[in-house]
């Protein structure tokens, strides 16, 4: 039995630049849908604590932490996602000037900066994170650990700067 030309050894479909694309693609899609689905779940509390307010004049305990975390999920697992789908804001200013070699250049410089800028601040996080998690603080009304809420962020950094070091490698390579 042979292998088609499209899934030998070498061939682009099973390039490890395509793999981890399709991987990483996989889990900031997942993130994503995580993110927005607590987000909805957060949406829905904050309908309720208002509905309760006006009806039983009393309020949900806790919304705020809930509607806090959820916000921080879904922001930090969202990015990116955005970066993976190429979402994100990118100015062009000199895009008709340049030459396609020196555009290439420019995109795989941003795409580097970006993973450093972006590394940096994970670093800083990480940092922080591991303070709030020796003090073991908690947030004032349901005592959540705030960790989880560094960690979330964490989490998002990190993809972050896999999907940018990935942008560069496919503009390398041609891929993009």
Excluded at 65 to 71: E, P
Excluded at 143 to 172: D, E, H, N, Q, R
Aim: hydrophobic share 55%; glycine share 10%.
């Amino acid at each position: 039995m042979t292998l088609s030309r499209m899934t030998a050894p070498g061939s682009p479909k099973n390039s490890a630049i395509d793999r981890i694309d399709r991987w990483l693609g996989r889990i900031t899609t997942v993130g994503a849908i995580f993110g927005i689905t607590v987000l909805t779940l957060a949406i829905l509390v904050v309908v309720g604590d208002i509905v309760w307010r006006r009806i039983g004049g009393g309020s949900f305990i806790g919304a705020v932490d809930l509607t806090q975390l959820s916000v921080m999920i879904a922001a930090s697992l969202s990015i990116p996602y955005a970066f993976t789908k190429g979402a994100h804001v990118k100015v062009d200013l000199l895009g008709g000037v340049l030459s396609v070699g020196m555009q290439r250049l420019l995109d795989v410089l941003a795409a580097l900066f970006g993973a450093g800028l972006l590394a940096f601040l994970l670093w800083l996080t990480w940092g922080r994170a591991m303070e709030v998690w020796g003090y073991g603080d908690v947030s004032q009304d349901l005592a959540v650990p705030m960790i989880f809420y560094w960690s979330a962020l964490i989490v998002g950094l990190f993809l972050s700067v896999l999907v940018c070091l990935l942008t560069a490698a496919k503009i390398i390579v041609n891929k993009e």
